[in-house]
T-cell receptor, first 112, second 113 residues
């Protein structure tokens, strides 16, 4: 089965700096990945996704990088703002292409 | 468009009681899911349904049952609640099973005493 992990459970950054949150997965056949943001007391919110035929995808202030060689996924947030404070986790489509496996999450704290 | 709604928002339940968590989506998504989220364990899949009339077991299905009578609704039932089922429950849906974006509801916080 798929195993998904994050390198750091917590991350603190200064407001205005860039943030990088990492995720590792185990199944080289995984072909679809999502990053979610979860604020306290709320459901996970879709941020950005990427398919395995791409290695980079950009959204508004966010970039997802996919390195299939080392099975690594990262989320970059540019000019981090206080509203970015949340738990971020990646979701990887399992090797059957049916259900997602979720990482445990990284809590991002933005310091003033 | 509301997206995904869940009810109740929170509930305190005595052990042994029966409880149904409700989930409704208005996006006409084919696939729906129930997850539980526990501190340190992340999101774990309980049951899923790829289309109306079909259901499947996820990673942690014991003690839970689901039904999918129509496209919009996907209730989760705890037949006889136990304290280990204290958790936050999230319903999710996506248009198609497979490589498609999955969206989540706001969650139900359940405490079993």
């Amino acid at each position: 089965g798929e195993n998904v992990g994050l390198h750091l459970p917590t991350l603190s950054v200064q407001e205005g700096d860039n943030s990088i949150i990492n995720c590792a997965y185990s199944n080289s056949a995984s072909d679809y990945f999502i990053w979610y943001k979860q604020e306290s007391g709320k459901g996970p919110q879709f941020i950005i996704d990427i398919r395995s035929n791409m290695d980079k995808r950009q959204g508004q202030r966010v970039t997802v990088l996919l390195n299939k060689t080392v099975k690594h996924l990262s989320l970059q947030i540019a000019a981090t703002q206080p509203g970015d404070s949340a738990v971020y986790f990646c979701a990887v489509l399992d090797n059957y292409g049916q259900n997602f496996v979720f990482g445990p999450g990284t809590r991002l704290s933005v310091l003033p | 468009i509301a997206g995904i709604t869940q009810a109740p928002t929170s509930q305190i339940l005595a052990a042994g009681r029966r409880m149904t968590l409700r989930c409704t989506q208005d996006m006409r998504h084919n696939a729906m899911y129930w997850y539980r989220q526990d501190l340190g364990l992340g999101l774990r899949l309980i049951h899923y349904s790829n289309t109306a009339g079909t259901t499947g077991k996820g990673e942690v299905p014991d003690g839970y049952s689901v039904s999918r009578a129509n496209t919009d609704d996907f209730p989760l039932t705890l037949a006889s609640a136990v304290p280990s089922q204290t958790s936050v429950y999230f319903c999710a849906s996506r248009r198609l099973a497979g490589a498609d974006t999955q969206y989540f509801g706001p969650g139900t916080r359940l405490t079993v005493l």
